[in-house]
């Protein structure tokens, strides 16, 4: 689904997993990087390159050769592993790099994850980020910290099944020797302890999970690399025993890249079970992932009534005059049954007709494909407000269904004629109207429900002197259908049970049911 003019195409599979409470966001670096290149240098913080680089002029240190070649292939955590070795405490210098100018930090996509989860009953947000910017996000919301929006710190990280908040499963500042930073830092939190690889294990073994603010050399997605693999094996046995396995997706900034390179980058994530999904991110400009998530978290806490007043607003428009986003929203929303229902009893510009159409909508009604559900009803009325507008037109788009429509279109036709609320339509339109329903009537085995409202069309046909149609459709509203049935005959079972001769007996008893 599209939500801005941005053109981000989230899947369906996603906004149903986060309405069904089945989504955890995983929260990385990128979220608290430069959104913009105009924006002000003390708004943002670095990311784990550049946060390497800062804490080198700290240390008065100089990047060797090794060590560029190091950062360059994301090996961040072995160079801040080495002088952490030689007794600079890297983990000190980070917090105090990730705490400045907190308040003066831009929280707009921070705050459109917080509100993604507004009407969520379970929030569920995991950040391998270090900074506090998630809860001041959160603060800003008007939200606190409590039961719904617990935060968990590691290395004491709640069980996933109960888990609700925001969890800092690499540390946050306000304890900086429990920061996952070096690559002794990995090995105690994914191997030896492992109480980072298990609660990210568990957590990608029970929930779908999107990834935003992630690039594929940022180290923590390197180390969740190795509970993504672990879940894997194991949902491999389960897909076998018939469960379904989660899903993963991950908000990628498409940088103009070419074909080639696009495809490789595709591949890269999916080598690692994760679907991208790119957002335009030219000219260092990533405010189209905060446009769209701050969009569709706004749709998600949308009420059942905000939806239908702004398919209604939507509907008011013919389906060109709308931006490609606003169709697709309603596309979207239009799956819901009762929406559906309620769209169609707005007065709608004939063009909807197509688009619905195209949609799927009339496929029961036109195609007989599938059965009658609630919102069918009204399309029946809406279809024949349509063809009463512009009979042509609109019989024009639907012949090659003649044969397969649904008898409820033409007795919803005559239900209008016999009132009178077909303004318009002359003799010609009539027999054309009658004409173009005939292969559909002609199949039918009974007419009985509609012959009480052809009153008034047999008159008129017959006041104009077009005694071969009147005839046609009288025969057709006289029209029964006769039903064959046959039941045990028990003078024939009691016979053949006692042994007595049965050649003069009917086996079954003969009904004549007519319809």
Same mark, same amino acid.
């Given at each position: 689904?599209?939500?801005?003019?941005?053109?981000?195409?989230?899947?369906?599979?996603?906004?149903?997993?986060?309405?069904?409470?089945?989504?955890?966001?995983?929260?990385?670096?990128?979220?608290?990087?430069?959104?913009?290149?105009?924006?002000?240098?003390?708004?943002?913080?670095?990311?784990?390159?550049?946060?390497?680089?800062?804490?080198?002029?700290?240390?008065?240190?100089?990047?060797?050769?090794?060590?560029?070649?190091?950062?360059?292939?994301?090996?961040?955590?072995?160079?801040?592993?080495?002088?952490?070795?030689?007794?600079?405490?890297?983990?000190?210098?980070?917090?105090?790099?990730?705490?400045?100018?907190?308040?003066?930090?831009?929280?707009?996509?921070?705050?459109?994850?917080?509100?993604?989860?507004?009407?969520?009953?379970?929030?569920?947000?995991?950040?391998?980020?270090?900074?506090?910017?998630?809860?001041?996000?959160?603060?800003?919301?008007?939200?606190?910290?409590?039961?719904?929006?617990?935060?968990?710190?590691?290395?004491?990280?709640?069980?996933?099944?109960?888990?609700?908040?925001?969890?800092?499963?690499?540390?946050?500042?306000?304890?900086?020797?429990?920061?996952?930073?070096?690559?002794?830092?990995?090995?105690?939190?994914?191997?030896?302890?492992?109480?980072?690889?298990?609660?990210?294990?568990?957590?990608?073994?029970?929930?779908?999970?999107?990834?935003?603010?992630?690039?594929?050399?940022?180290?923590?997605?390197?180390? %969740? =690399? $190795?509970?993504? /693999? #672990? @879940? !894997? *094996? &194991? +949902? %491999? =046995? $389960?897909?076998? /025993? #018939? @469960? !379904? *396995? &989660? +899903?993963?997706?991950?908000?990628?900034?498409?940088?103009?890249?070419?074909?080639?390179?696009?495809?490789?980058?595709?591949?890269?994530?999916?080598?690692?079970?994760?679907?991208?999904?790119?957002?335009?991110?030219?000219?260092?400009?990533?405010?189209?992932?905060?446009?769209?998530?701050?969009?569709?978290?706004?749709?998600?806490?949308?009420?059942?009534?905000?939806?239908?007043?702004?398919?209604?607003?939507?509907?008011?428009?013919?389906?060109?005059?709308?931006?490609?986003?606003?169709?697709?929203?309603?596309?979207?929303?239009?799956?819901?049954?009762?929406?559906?229902?309620?769209?169609?009893?707005?007065?709608?510009?004939?063009?909807?007709?197509?688009?619905?159409?195209?949609?799927?909508?009339?496929?029961?009604?036109?195609?007989?494909?599938?059965?009658?559900?609630?919102?069918?009803?009204?399309?029946?009325?809406?279809?024949?407000?349509?063809?009463?507008?512009?009979?042509?037109?609109?019989?024009?788009?639907?012949?090659?269904?003649?044969?397969?429509?649904?008898?409820?279109?033409?007795?919803?036709?005559?239900?209008?004629?016999?009132?009178?609320?077909?303004?318009?339509?002359?003799?010609?339109?009539?027999?054309?109207?009658?004409?173009?329903?005939?292969?559909?009537?002609?199949?039918?085995?009974?007419?009985?429900?509609?012959?009480?409202?052809?009153?008034?069309?047999?008159?008129?046909?017959?006041?104009?002197?077009?005694?071969?149609?009147?005839?046609?459709?009288?025969?057709?509203?006289?029209?029964?259908?006769?039903?064959?049935?046959?039941?045990?005959?028990?003078?024939?079972?009691?016979?053949?049970?006692?042994?007595?001769?049965?050649?003069?007996?009917?086996?079954?008893?003969?009904?004549?049911?007519?319809?």
């Amino acid at each position: 689904m599209i939500f801005t003019d941005d053109g981000v195409n989230l899947p369906e599979r996603l906004l149903e997993s986060l309405v069904s409470d089945r989504l955890v966001v995983f929260v990385g670096a990128g979220v608290s990087m430069r959104a913009y290149r105009a924006q002000a240098l003390d708004s943002y913080y670095p990311g784990f390159k550049e946060l390497t680089r800062v804490i080198a002029q700290r240390l008065s240190r100089v990047l060797t050769k090794t060590e560029e070649g190091y950062l360059k292939n994301g090996d961040i955590d072995r160079v801040l592993g080495e002088w952490d070795d030689q007794r600079c405490d890297v983990r000190s210098h980070a917090a105090i790099i990730l705490q400045a100018n907190e308040a003066g930090q831009r929280l707009e996509l921070h705050r459109a994850i917080i509100r993604l989860f507004a009407s969520n009953p379970t929030p569920r947000v995991v950040t391998t980020n270090f900074d506090h910017l998630l809860i001041r996000a959160l603060e800003a919301e008007g939200f606190q910290t409590g039961v719904k929006w617990s935060v968990s710190i590691a290395p004491a990280l709640p069980p996933v099944r109960r888990f609700s908040g925001i969890c800092y499963l690499h540390g946050r500042v306000d304890e900086a020797q429990d920061m996952v930073l070096t690559d002794k830092d990995i090995g105690r939190a994914y191997m030896d302890e492992g109480w980072a690889l298990r609660f990210a294990h568990s957590i990608f073994q029970r929930f779908d999970v999107l990834f935003v603010g992630y690039r594929l050399e940022d180290p923590p997605l390197r180390y %969740l =690399s $190795l509970a993504l /693999e #672990g @879940i !894997t *094996e &194991r +949902e %491999l =046995s $389960l897909a076998l /025993e #018939g @469960i !379904t *396995e &989660r +899903e993963r997706w991950a908000l990628v900034p498409d940088q103009g890249l070419d074909g080639s390179k696009k495809t490789e980058t595709e591949q890269d994530w999916q080598r690692r079970h994760v679907e991208p999904i790119w957002y335009p991110a030219k000219d260092g400009d990533y405010r189209a992932l905060e446009r769209t998530i701050d969009a569709w978290g706004k749709d998600n806490s949308r009420s059942f009534l905000d939806r239908r007043n702004l398919l209604a607003d939507i509907g008011k428009s013919k389906p060109n005059h709308l931006k490609p986003h606003e169709l697709n929203r309603a596309k979207f929303f239009l799956q819901d049954p009762p929406s559906l229902r309620d769209f169609a009893k707005a007065f709608l510009d004939i063009d909807w007709f197509d688009t619905l159409f195209s949609w799927g909508h009339f496929d029961f009604l036109l195609k007989g494909v599938g059965k009658w559900s609630e919102p069918d009803g009204t399309l029946v009325e809406r279809f024949i407000d349509w063809m009463l507008s512009n009979p042509v037109d609109l019989l024009g788009k639907v012949t090659e269904h003649r044969s397969t429509m649904h008898a409820a279109l033409f007795d919803q036709f005559c239900r209008r004629y016999q009132d009178g609320k077909v303004a318009g339509v002359d003799l010609t339109s009539l027999r054309r109207i009658l004409e173009f329903f005939r292969p559909g009537i002609d199949q039918r085995r009974s007419f009985v429900s509609t012959a009480i409202f052809i009153k008034r069309i047999l008159g008129d046909l017959l006041d104009a002197r077009c005694e071969d149609d009147a005839f046609w459709l009288l025969s057709i509203a006289l029209r029964t259908e006769s039903v064959i049935t046959k039941g045990i005959n028990f003078a024939f079972q009691a016979a053949k049970f006692e042994g007595k001769a049965t050649e003069t007996i009917l086996e079954y008893e003969r009904a004549w049911i007519t319809v």
